[in-house]
T-cell receptor, first 109, second 125 residues
Framework: DTQMTQSPSSLSASVGDRVTITCRAS??????LSWYQQKPGKAPKLLIY???SLQSGVPSRFSGSGSGTDFTLTISSLQPEDFATYYC???????????FGPGTKVDIK | QVQLQESGPGLVKPSQTLSLTCTVS??????????WSWIRQPAGKGLEWIGR???????NYNPSLKSRVTISLDTSQNQFSLKVTSVTVADTAVYYC?????????????????WGQGTLITVSS
């Protein structure tokens, strides 16, 4: 099983701040890493796939990087609508056993 | 634009079988271009992938749930379904259905690009 960890588990930030969230896999997952944003009571929304590809319609202030075991999601200038929980997800495992990270909650400072 | 909508009983008794349906609109589940998955999330906790299916293929299941889970397609209704047998309180969660593209998985991995709104299933006597 490939285990995913995220840090920090939560953070407080202000509008306009640059925010970075880290995701680490227990073994190499090459670039098979996606990022999701989830707001309370809503389904997750795909932001980034293949570690660094921006999903259509997602603002360019979101970016992803990394490969192998270490990945980051960066929000270049935090907006009020970005306060949410962010999850990473790997899809390298075979047989398929896609796993999500535990999440990082971003709230208002 | 594709839309997914879950439907289910809301409340299930322990030891019984949970049955959920996901209705897809704006696209056909017979397309071989997509996988159709179920994902769940207990209250206040993280996301757990349950399994997936695609038209013409065999389903894949999370090894931790494989013995209790069945996913199937109903092409006449453009729906796919989930059955979980012998449920316990640990199966209480919001259940989501989701779509993932198949054509570029070798390059980009598997991502879930469209989700249903989710349906809360409570296991309680």
């Amino acid at each position: 099983d490939t285990q995913m960890t995220q840090s920090p588990s939560s953070l407080s930030a202000s509008v306009g701040d640059r925010v970075t969230i880290t995701c680490r896999a227990s073994q190499s997952i090459t670039n098979y890493l996606s990022w999701y944003q989830q707001k309370p009571g809503k389904a997750p929304k795909l932001l980034i796939y293949a570690a660094s590809s921006l999903q259509s319609g997602v603002p360019s202030r979101f970016s992803g990087s990394g490969s192998g075991t270490d990945f980051t999601l960066t929000i270049s200038s935090l907006q009020p609508e970005d306060f949410a929980t962010y999850y990473c997800q790997q899809s390298y495992s075979t047989p398929p056993g896609f796993t999500f990270g535990p999440g990082t909650k971003v709230d208002i400072k | 634009q594709v839309q997914l909508q879950e439907s289910g009983p809301g409340l299930v008794k322990p030891s019984q079988t949970l049955s959920l349906t996901c209705t897809v609109s704006g696209g056909s589940i017979t397309s071989t271009s997509y996988y159709w998955s179920w994902i769940r999330q207990p209250a206040g906790k993280g996301l757990e992938w349950i399994g997936r299916i695609y038209s013409g293929g065999s389903p894949n299941y999370n090894p931790s749930l494989k013995s209790r889970v069945t996913i199937s397609l109903d092409t006449s209704q453009n729906q796919f379904s989930l059955k979980v047998t012998s449920v316990t309180v640990a199966d209480t969660a919001v259940y989501y259905c989701a779509r993932s593209p198949r054509w570029d998985t070798a390059l980009n991995g598997v991502r879930f690009d469209y989700w249903g709104q989710g349906t809360l299933i409570t296991v309680s006597s």
